[in-house]
């Protein structure tokens, strides 16, 4: 599976955005100050690597300038978005949009993603003489990054072990006099030895607790063996799309070297720039990046 076809799973399950986080985070109060503060209620906004739409979601009501959201993955955003703002598939690098048709660009957590000279390129090619730009970006070795390495690690280690196999063949002998749910936990117990996770882990309890439900629905007969199979296949079809998409995070987080380059590159063009470490309770998060021109 590509990284398109991962990150199009994502957004298609319903995910709001690739980054949950609390509405007093720095990350908010960065979106919040150098953009949604800043905007006034005729300028048009480009969002890059849009998902499904978490950054135009948040611009005040009385704002009426035009609103495009680009992805180059499959996305799904509610239906009040999509009635409010544009939405397109297409590649930050290659841009449809006619030269100075924005007042802004903005992303969040997307921009990373994309070839940076040709999404450079393009940005530069579509903002007016005046314009604003707002980045939101994984930093290398934040504390983003380290959860996500440790969600990455856990999922890898479940996929090569017997889970799923196991799973598939409880669902197959629930039926055995022998097979008794002590049996069932003891096996399971077993599978906590070998995939050497800790019984705190998220992902595994999530994914047990779902095999042990099947295999009470099947012996009460609310589902057959062939649904549950389904099921079962799903989930590996999920852990996988997963360790996609946190491998792909993981290879495009900023340097500070990164950082300053993409700066450079924005003063280069008659830019100011801003440039915040954002953390919190001494943990670094992300780096945001903030833009303007006079014209």
């Known amino acids: 599976m590509n990284s398109h076809l991962s990150w199009s799973h994502y957004w298609r399950g319903g995910a709001g955005e ?17 953009f949604l503060n800043r905007i006034k209620s005729q300028e048009s906004v480009l969002d890059i690597a849009t998902g499904n739409g978490a950054l135009l979601r948040r611009l005040p009501a009385e704002h009426d300038g035009l609103c495009a959201g680009v992805d180059y993955s499959d996305i799904s955003p ?48 579509v903002l007016r003489n005046q314009a604003q ?26 996929m090569a072990s017997p889970l799923f196999l196991l799973a598939r063949q409880w669902l197959t002998c629930f039926h055995c006099e022998q097979f008794e749910r002590c049996e069932l936990k003891l096996c399971m117990d077993s599978l906590f030895a070998q995939i050497r996770l800790p019984k705190e882990s998220s992902l595994l ?10 295999v009470r629905d ?19 079809l999920e852990v996988e799309t997963n360790i996609e998409r946190l491998e792909h995070q993981l290879n495009v987080a900023l340097s500070a070297k990164d950082q300053k380059h993409l700066s450079a590159e924005f003063r280069r063009e008659g830019f100011k720039a801003k440039t915040v470490a954002l953390g919190e309770k001494g943990r670094s998060l992300a780096w945001g990046m903030y833009f303007s021109r006079q014209g």
Not at 87 to 114: C, H, I, K, P
Not at 205 to 214: C, D, I, N, T
Request: glycine letters at 6%; aromatic letters at 12%; one cysteine or more.
């Open 18 to 34: 690739s980054l949950q986080a609390h509405p007093a985070s720095p990350l908010y109060g960065f979106v919040s100050e150098y």
């Open 218 to 236: 099947v012996q009460s007969g609310r589902y057959s063996e062939r649904q549950a199979q389904q099921i079962i296949h799903q989930w590996v």
């Open 205 to 214: 309890l999530a994914l047990l607790h779902g095999v042990m439900q099947w």
């Open 133 to 158: 730009v707002l980045l939101l970006c994984h930093r290398e070795g934040s504390y983003l990054c380290v959860h996500s390495k440790q969600q990455l690690l856990e999922a890898q280690l479940i």
């Open 78 to 125: 509610q239906l009040e978005l999509r009635n409010r703002h544009n939405f397109a598939r297409m590649d930050g690098s290659s841009l449809g949009f006619t030269d100075n048709s924005f007042d802004w660009v903005v992303s969040q957590f997307g921009f990373e993603y994309v070839a940076r000279e040709p999404a450079l390129a393009e940005l530069f090619r």
